[in-house]
């Protein structure tokens, strides 16, 4: 049986400034160019720049200046970031688990923009991933967390049962973005859904296990600087 296709999911601040990108729902297109690293849960940035899809290295951020590329990276529950030069210089995706959050993959990936974009401000938008009606994490988490975002984390991290809490990826996220120089303004979030509730729309790995597929999303470097459109192909 074939999964029936779905849109893609965009977000105002990245159609605003001419980038194609989109967030996937089950069954939702990538283009066929697009260059996924092979992800880790680390820290480590590949420039695609010129590269091609033979080039797959370790990485949890993946960006490009190249025209008309695309990079994009997989998710079931983690958080899918996508951000871009507000000029459409430079574009990129940010793999975010609870283990890349800790060890500060969304500050690596945003400083690698900023040296892409050549100072160009930057616009991000959060996608979907596990949030805190469903997400439970233990201590061990809770403590990996506080060494890097203990004044960050109320609200995000919860308690529930004895020895266990429930933890917003996207909102923690979202936070950490606007704690390193994204206003309001330049942050997208009408995407922050949960993927462990809404198994008609999302893959999940917390709900799954290993039988779980994998929710591809991606950004387009445009081939010129373009002017505002509405929409992109494939999203609504």
């Known amino acids: 049986m074939t999964v ?8 105002r601040v990245l159609i605003n400034i001419g980038v194609e990108h989109g967030f996937g729902q089950r069954g939702s297109p990538s ?5 996924f690293p092979v992800q880790v849960h680390g820290v480590e940035v590949f420039d ?11 990485a949890d951020v993946v960006i ?5 590329a695309s990079v994009g990276i997989v998710t079931a529950d983690c958080v899918p970031i996508l951000v871009a030069a507000e000029d459409a210089s430079a574009v ?8 890349g959050l800790a060890r500060g993959v969304i500050e690596a990936g945003l400083r690698a923009m900023m040296v892409a974009a050549k100072g160009a401000g930057l616009v991000a938008a959060v996608g979907p991933a596990g949030r805190g009606c469903c997400y439970e994490v233990d201590e061990l988490v809770r403590e990996a967390l506080l060494d890097r975002y203990s004044q960050d984390l109320e609200g995000a991290l919860v308690p529930g049962r004895p020895g266990h809490f429930q933890l917003d990826l996207a909102r923690l996220a979202t936070r950490i973005l606007a704690k390193n120089g994204l206003d309001r303004r330049q942050i997208g979030i009408q995407h922050r859904v949960c993927t462990i509730c809404r198994p008609d729309r999302f ?3 917390r709900r799954d296990g290993v039988q779980a597929g994998r ?9 010129q600087v373009s002017a505002r459109v509405d929409s992109f192909p494939g999203c609504p």
């Not at 990129?92 to 283990?99: E, K, L, N, Q, V």
């Open 4 to 11: 029936e296709q779905r849109d893609l999911l965009c977000d």
């Open 31 to 35: 283009p066929e160019n697009t260059l």
């Open 48 to 58: 695609a720049t010129s590269r091609t899809m033979r080039d797959r290295p370790p």
């Open 64 to 68: 490009s200046t190249t025209p008309g």
């Open 92 to 99: 990129g995706a940010i793999h975010a688990g609870w283990r």
């Open 203 to 205: 893959e999940s790995y």
């Open 215 to 223: 929710l591809t999303h991606f950004i387009t470097k445009p081939d």
